[in-house]
């Protein structure tokens, strides 16, 4: 139906939106960041709140006009405070990074010391990365990850006293073991700095009951919408109350204009059906598949980062096969599964090269996939490793993905 009003009007843009249907339809998504939202979450974002400007917060606007955009965005922080457990939450943020940048005006001044993930080893370009504002305009210290791919807790203590940031960042882009906020808060607590909480990989799992909670230990807690938490892309920041209004005039006049109320929208219908039941069994069935795969590549002789997973996503260490990360999600997508290149700790390779495939499970436990067909999904990526230069190999995984696909339909 929207697809027709478009055609009518571009129809080149309508042209590839329609490939992009039959791309996310027929391809096994492994993107440990990508979901598939709802139609309503999707119609939602489509609607006539794009027309409307509401700078300022619900019932203290700088326009007139927004009763109907004021009772959304209110909704939308009420059920993100329930579902979290927040004192508050400002559902405007465009996006994750956006969250992080105005957490970062609301605590910090330039020159600052911050402490987070280092990117090579699972982190976030927000976190720290020398190309990103985070490092530019603070001084920062990265921690990394051990060689069983775990956060060393004792080392991430040392690094606290030894260089007592202002405020120490966790949470990850490419981590797959269980974040410890308690003991995150302490190490924290022990210099007086402020915990950042980012759980935009792991929001859903969070919600779903299947990953601690970093609620009463996080300082400000900061996620994206558009990943485990399948909503519409857009972040949100959740803090106690005593940071509410610094938190609020950080994303706007700080770094943001006008919200998104038509995002914001679907950032309230998002968060309403994650309330549901079905969604903590969405969340555990997350968890289920990526331990499925996980076990499934093991069993194909393939190597994981950590040696196994304990949320959505696991990282494939192809170092041992001489094979490079970029050449391997070439090849993984012509036998119809996208997936990103991503370093492993301590990559010979480049960040545009890599030795690594990070693989999650959200989108695909959202079409339906469960524990078999992650095993079958293993053994096509291994076959598509090991037998990257046989065409005719290749176009016979294709056929099983695209199998897999047919069985669970999408949209
Ligand atoms: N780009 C996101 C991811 O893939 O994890 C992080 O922002």
Same mark, same amino acid.
């Given at each position: 139906?929207?697809?027709?009003?478009?055609?009518?009007?571009?129809?080149?843009?309508?042209?590839?939106?329609?490939?992009?249907?039959?791309? %996310?339809?027929?391809?096994?998504? @492994?993107?440990?960041?990508?979901?598939?939202?709802?139609?309503?979450?999707?119609?939602?974002?489509?609607?006539?709140?794009?027309?409307?400007?509401?700078?300022?917060?619900?019932?203290?606007?700088?326009?007139?006009?927004?009763?109907?955009?004021?009772?959304?965005?209110?909704?939308?922080?009420?059920?993100?405070?329930?579902?979290?457990?927040?004192?508050?939450?400002?559902?405007?943020?465009?996006?994750?990074?956006?969250?992080?940048?105005?957490?970062?005006?609301?605590?910090?001044?330039?020159?600052?010391?911050?402490?987070?993930?280092?990117?090579?080893?699972?982190?976030?370009? =927000?976190?720290?990365?020398?190309?990103?504002?985070?490092?530019?305009?603070?001084?920062?210290? !990265?921690?990394?990850?051990?060689?069983?791919?775990?956060?060393?807790?004792?080392?991430?203590?040392? @690094?606290?006293?030894?260089?007592?940031?202002?405020?120490?960042?966790?949470?990850?882009?490419?981590? !797959?073991?269980?974040?410890?906020?308690?003991?995150?808060?302490?190490?924290?607590?022990?210099?007086?700095?402020?915990?950042?909480?980012?759980?935009?990989?792991?929001?859903?799992?969070?919600?779903?009951?299947?990953?601690?909670?970093?609620?009463?230990?996080?300082?400000?807690?900061?996620?994206?919408?558009?990943?485990?938490?399948?909503?519409?892309?857009?972040?949100?920041?959740?803090?106690?109350?005593?940071?509410?209004?610094?938190?609020?005039?950080?994303?706007?006049?700080?770094?943001?204009?006008?919200?998104?109320?038509?995002?914001?929208?679907?950032?309230?219908?998002?968060?309403?059906?994650?309330?549901?039941?079905?969604?903590?069994?969405?969340?555990? %069935?997350?968890?289920?598949?990526?331990?499925?795969?996980?076990?499934?590549?093991?069993?194909?002789?393939?190597?994981?980062?950590?040696?196994?997973?304990?949320?959505?996503?696991?990282?494939?260490?192809?170092?041992?096969?001489?094979?490079?990360?970029?050449?391997?999600?070439?090849?993984?997508?012509?036998?119809?599964? =996208?997936?990103?290149?991503?370093?492993?700790?301590?990559?010979?390779?480049?960040?545009?090269?890599?030795?690594?495939?990070?693989?999650?499970?959200?989108?695909?436990?959202?079409?339906?996939?469960?524990?078999?067909?992650?095993?079958?999904?293993?053994?096509?990526?291994?076959?598509?490793?090991?037998?990257?230069?046989?065409?005719?190999?290749?176009?016979?995984?294709?056929?099983? !993905?695209?199998?897999?696909?047919?069985?669970?339909?999408?949209?």
């Amino acid at each position: 139906m929207e697809l027709d009003v478009i055609k009518q009007v571009d129809p080149q843009v309508a042209e590839y939106i329609e490939k992009e249907l039959k791309r %996310q339809q027929t391809t096994i998504e @492994l993107i440990a960041s990508e979901n598939f939202t709802s139609k309503a979450v999707m119609a939602a974002c489509g609607s006539v709140l794009t027309n409307k400007y509401a700078e300022g917060k619900p019932y203290k606007r700088f326009y007139n006009g927004c009763d109907n955009v004021d009772v959304i965005e209110e909704l939308a922080q009420e059920r993100a405070k329930k579902l979290f457990n927040v004192g508050h939450a400002n559902v405007q943020p465009h996006s994750g990074a956006q969250a992080n940048m105005a957490v970062f005006l609301y605590a910090l001044k330039a020159g600052d010391t911050i402490m987070g993930m280092d990117l090579s080893n699972g982190g976030h370009l =927000t976190h720290g990365s020398p190309v990103n504002f985070s490092g530019m305009y603070f001084n920062v210290v !990265s921690y990394g990850v051990d060689e069983n791919g775990c956060i060393n807790y004792d080392e991430v203590a040392k @690094l606290a006293q030894q260089h007592k940031p202002k405020m120490i960042i966790c949470g990850a882009s490419n981590y !797959s073991k269980i974040i410890d906020f308690k003991r995150f808060r302490e190490i924290a607590d022990s210099i007086g700095a402020y915990l950042m909480a980012d759980i935009a990989h792991i929001a859903g799992l969070v919600i779903g009951g299947v990953h601690p909670s970093p609620a009463g230990y996080a300082h400000f807690i900061t996620t994206t919408t558009h990943k485990s938490l399948r909503g519409p892309r857009g972040g949100i920041i959740m803090c106690e109350d005593e940071h509410a209004a610094g938190i609020d005039k950080a994303v706007f006049p700080g770094v943001q204009g006008g919200p998104l109320e038509h995002i914001i929208a679907g950032k309230a219908i998002a968060l309403l059906e994650a309330s549901k039941p079905e969604f903590k069994t969405y969340a555990e %069935q997350i968890v289920k598949n990526a331990k499925a795969l996980a076990t499934g590549l093991i069993d194909e002789a393939m190597e994981i980062v950590g040696g196994c997973t304990e949320n959505h996503l696991m990282t494939l260490d192809l170092r041992k096969y001489n094979k490079t990360g970029k050449d391997i999600a070439n090849i993984l997508e012509k036998v119809g599964i =996208t997936a990103n290149k991503n370093t492993v700790p301590n990559d010979p390779q480049s960040p545009f090269v890599t030795s690594g495939i990070r693989l999650g499970t959200p989108a695909v436990t959202t079409r339906g996939f469960k524990e078999e067909d992650m095993n079958e999904v293993a053994k096509i990526i291994a076959s598509a490793v090991f037998s990257s230069d046989n065409e005719l190999g290749l176009k016979n995984l294709k056929e099983r !993905s695209f199998k897999l696909c047919l069985k669970y339909p999408l949209y």
